[in-house]
């Protein structure tokens, strides 16, 4: 399963300090197993921040997980931690077609929030 996870700060909610080490979190969590082998991410495809001197903050990732709940849940755990910490409302979560297409609709476009569950 390959899904694209986005965070922003467009909202000034946090200082620069804590949106660098948002985004440094973040990053961590969404390292592969190259990195840190018990991650729930196979492959990190890329990884995009906001130019500097945009009006807006804005970080996005594309990440392929195992095509398994349980990686899908643990990987959205740590997320809603994070969100939780960072005192931000939700994180894009964009699942895309797999290679053999067996997932549905490749806009299917949703928000992870830090106190719902799935």
């Known amino acids: ?3 694209y996870v986005s965070i ?3 909202d000034d909610k946090l200082s620069q300090v804590e949106w660098s080490s948002y985004v440094t979190e973040m990053d961590v969590t969404l390292a592969d197993r190259s990195e840190i082998p018990d991650s ?3 492959r990190r ?3 995009w921040l906001s ?3 945009a009006p ?3 970080a996005c990732w594309c990440v392929e997980l195992e095509d398994a709940d349980d990686a899908v849940k643990e990987l959205q755990g740590r997320l809603r931690e994070l969100l939780s910490s960072y005192r931000q409302d939700s994180i894009a979560w964009a ?3 797999d290679w053999q297409g067996k997932r549905e609709g490749v806009n299917r476009y949703t928000h992870l929030h830090r106190d719902s569950r799935p």
């Open 1 to 3: 399963m390959i899904v």
């Open 8 to 10: 922003g700060n467009s």
């Open 40 to 42: 729930p991410v196979l």
């Open 45 to 47: 495809h890329g990884a």
């Open 51 to 53: 130019r500097s001197d």
């Open 56 to 58: 807006w903050q804005n």
């Open 95 to 97: 699942p895309v077609l």
